[in-house]
């Protein structure tokens, strides 16, 4: 009996949670009143997380505009931001584990509660995946003729390293024909073309940040500009080869945007990401998914691991250890027939009655095995 062991990372667990945040926010003195609300738009994102036993924190914020009509009947605009502190609680959860998260804004919308006050609502849903790296060890091969194994030939991925690292976009944005900007009503970002380059035990990470401000002119017209900005960093990763596969995550941490205070044609801004990096071996392996013997009881000591097998993610069975006793039964017949139930495979048949599956594809003729009709009649030779 030969054994294998092989480092995965381990999908143990995922977790969602709406929610909302909520905040009153003074309208500066140097705003007009408000008399009503046009449009409110925001981004959310995780400023920091921690992970300790049974909990996982984060904090961060959503950061936006409302739009509004002052009394004057002009549009304006007010820079907002809510920050908030939520908690992911589960027993299973270990500080050993990783995480990845998402984090969706579902809804905002802005109440004016007087003149100088409003109160924003964000509702949000946040899904969290938790990821343990662990040593699967399993049994390989059976050089015992008796023991029947069932294989399935699977292309895994192995853990070679993992590493973080981060950028930051300091850039400014000019409009077209130096218009002058009077207030920003909404910024848009995306990250798009991510792309990883192994070089010396380094892996550069690279994205395009695409940027979209909506502004407000002199002439009270809504206008936009969009520029794309490259994103970089370089993540040190023991053993990592050019034939690896490389899988990063750019996330946003923070941004800040403001029209210049010199040139209002302008808007300078500053964009913090913290980029996530796995990188991973693929590797072609045959695992048994079950065996029995053909003269023994054969007890199966299996662990079930959700993981990564052929380019998704599935449920994989792998058999750690097994313990032979001998029959307490005999079977003394020396052929039987037997009628297909539903959910029937020959595998399942010969495994039921002790036989190999050849000697029932041979006994019955079958010319695909795979195919078996429910209430089909199969003649079994002991």
């Not at 936006?64 to 502190?85: A, K, M, P």
């Not at 017949?333 to 050849?358: L, R």
Request: proline fraction near 1%.
């Amino acid at each position: 009996m030969e054994k294998q062991k092989l480092k995965i990372n381990r999908k143990v667990m995922q977790k969602e949670k709406e929610f909302e945040v909520k905040a009153d926010i003074i309208v500066p003195d140097i705003k007009p009143d408000m008399v009503a609300i046009k449009d409110t738009n925001a981004n959310s994102y995780i400023c920091k997380e921690e992970i300790t036993r049974g909990k996982m924190r984060l904090e961060g914020n959503v950061d936006g505009y409302v739009t509004y009509l002052s009394e004057s009947g002009e549009t304006r605009s007010l820079e907002i931001t809510l920050d908030y502190i939520e908690n992911i609680e589960d027993d299973l959860i270990e500080e050993t584990f990783q995480a990845k998260e998402k984090l969706e804004l579902k809804n905002i919308e802005t109440k004016i509660l007087n003149e100088r006050k409003i109160c924003v609502t964000a509702s949000l849903v946040m899904t969290v995946e938790f990821f343990e790296k662990k040593e699967v060890e399993f049994i390989k091969n059976i050089e015992d003729e008796k023991i029947q194994v069932k294989e399935e030939n699977c292309k895994i991925k192995k853990i070679v390293g993992e590493g973080k690292g981060n950028s930051v976009v300091r850039e400014s944005l000019e409009t077209e024909n130096q218009t002058a900007i009077t207030e920003i009503t909404k910024v848009d970002l995306d990250v798009a073309n991510i792309e990883n380059k192994v070089s010396f035990n380094k892996v550069l990470s690279k994205a395009d940040l695409n940027v979209k401000i909506t502004y407000q002119t002199e002439e009270l017209k809504e206008e936009s500009i969009t520029s794309i900005y490259p994103v970089t960093s370089f993540i040190d990763v023991e053993n990592v080869k050019d034939n690896c596969l490389c899988e990063s995550d750019f996330v946003l941490r923070n941004m800040l945007f403001k029209v210049d205070s010199v040139v209002n044609s302008k808007i300078t801004f500053e964009v913090d990401m913290s980029v996530n990096l796995e990188v991973y071996e693929e590797e072609e392996i045959s695992i048994i998914q079950d065996m029995y013997s053909l003269d023994k009881e054969l007890e199966l000591k299996q662990k079930e691991v959700e993981m990564c097998v052929n380019g998704e993610d599935r449920k994989i069975n792998f058999i750690e250890e097994i313990e032979e006793k001998e029959c307490t039964k005999k079977n003394e017949y020396s052929m039987v027939v037997y009628f297909v139930k539903p959910s029937d495979t020959v595998w399942k048949i010969a495994k039921m009655f002790k036989v190999t599956m050849e000697s029932i594809i041979q006994a019955n003729n079958l010319e695909n095995p795979d195919k078996i009709n429910v209430g089909e009649k199969l003649y079994i030779v002991k």
